[in-house]
Nanobody, 112 residues
Framework: QVQLVESGGGLVQAGGSLRLACTASRSTHSIGWYRQGPGKQRELVAYINSGGSIIYADSVKGRFTISRDNAKSTVSLQMNSLTPEDTAVYYC?????????WGQGTQVTVSS
C-alpha cells in the first residue's frame, strides 16, 4: 500500500505559476500527475516511468515541468503560464508493479 499526499494547489491568475508536490509513503515504480477539470474526464498531465522517461500531455508541453526526487519519494510539478483551461483537481498517481495508487487531489483554479 502507498499513501500519496499532494500539496501546492490554489488560486492563481492567468499567466501565473504554481508548484505542486506529492509525497509517497514509500518508493514507487512510476509516479506523476493527472487532472480532472469540471465536466471532463481525468487526463494525464505529466508522468515519470520507472526508467526515468517523462511523458507530457500536449496541452502542457513547454509550460509544465515534472521532477522526481527518489531519495525523498516525492514528485513535483512546476506549472507556468497557467490558463483558465488548466483549472482542475490535480491527482498524484503512482504504481508499484501492476498496482495503481491515487492521492486525494488538490484543486488548482486559474482565474482569467
Amino acid at each position: 500500500q502507498v499513501q500519496l499526499v499532494e500539496s501546492g494547489g490554489g488560486l492563481v491568475q492567468a499567466g501565473g505559476s504554481l508548484r505542486l508536490a506529492c509525497t509517497a509513503s514509500r518508493s514507487t515504480h512510476s509516479i506523476g500527475w493527472y487532472r480532472q477539470g469540471p465536466g471532463k474526464q481525468r487526463e494525464l498531465v505529466a508522468y515519470i516511468n520507472s526508467g526515468g522517461s517523462i511523458i507530457y500531455a500536449d496541452s502542457v508541453k513547454g509550460r509544465f515541468t515534472i521532477s522526481r526526487d527518489n531519495a525523498k519519494s516525492t514528485v513535483s510539478l512546476q506549472m507556468n503560464s497557467l490558463t483558465p483551461e488548466d483549472t482542475a483537481v490535480y491527482y498524484c498517481r503512482a504504481t508499484i508493479f501492476t498496482n495503481i495508487f491515487w492521492g486525494q487531489g488538490t484543486q488548482v483554479t486559474v482565474s482569467s
